[in-house]
Structures are given as C-alpha cells and as structure tokens.
C-alpha cells in the first residue's frame, strides 16, 4: 500500500502561483510514475499533469502547457505541481496519484493510488 497527502493547495488571486505537493509513504515512490488529476465543481475529474518514474518525461494538458510544472524528489517520496498565473478555471479538487502502467497517463483506472485532494480556488 502506499499513502499519498497532498498539500499546499489554497486561495490565490488570477495571475498568481500556489505549489501543491505530493508526500508519500509505504512502497517504493520511485516505482510509479506520477499524475495530478483536478476536479472542478460539477465537472468529471480531469488529468493535468504526469512525470515518469525517473523524472525524465513529463505530459501536461494543453490548458496548463507552460503554465505548471510537475516535478518529483524520490529522495523525499514527494512530488510537485508548481502552477503559475493561475486563472478562475483552475479552480478545483487537485489530486495526486500513482501509477505502474505507461503510456497514456491520462487514464485514471490505470492509477493504482490516490491522494485525498487539495482544494486550489482562483478568485477573479
């Protein structure tokens, strides 16, 4: 089993930046590859980010291209999403999650783990 905690989630003004992180605990963290998934009110949770287990390859949506950043530190069994000049429609539940399978990250079944989620609300 592996425990995720998100953190770092909060209120921001439109144009600002927030980093969410990701803490986990039990099995090996450099063993699975990382998503960040986001859930908006009365919408579908939808995928935003994912990095591969070493780090090396990293996938985002287009709506957040150049605009967030995932990153990860197995030394620390953390992972990140650093997000910048946040918009109202990044308002959600943001969660992490782990991951075995490969390409394509997106798909949310293929995530054998899951945080609790963190709230991020952008003000207009």
């Known amino acids: 089993q592996v425990q995720l905690v998100e953190s770092g989630g909060g209120l921001v003004q439109a144009g600002g930046s927030l980093r969410l992180s990701c803490a986990a605990s039990?099995?090996?963290?450099?063993?699975?590859?990382m998503g960040w998934f986001r859930q908006a009110p009365a919408k579908e949770r939808e995928f935003v980010a994912a990095i591969t287990q070493g780090g090396g390859l990293r996938y985002y949506i287009d709506s957040v291209q150049g605009r967030f950043t995932i990153s990860r530190d197995n030394a620390k069994n953390t992972g990140y999403l650093q997000m910048n000049s946040l918009k109202p429609e990044d308002t959600a539940v943001y969660y992490c999650?782990?991951?075995?399978?490969?390409?394509?990250?997106?798909?949310?079944?293929?995530?054998?783990?899951w945080g609790q989620g963190t709230q991020v609300t952008v003000s207009s």
């Open positions: 039990g099995r090996t963290f450099s063993d699975y590859a």
């Open positions: 999650a782990l991951t075995r399978a490969g390409w394509p990250y997106k798909v949310q079944s293929t995530y054998n783990y």
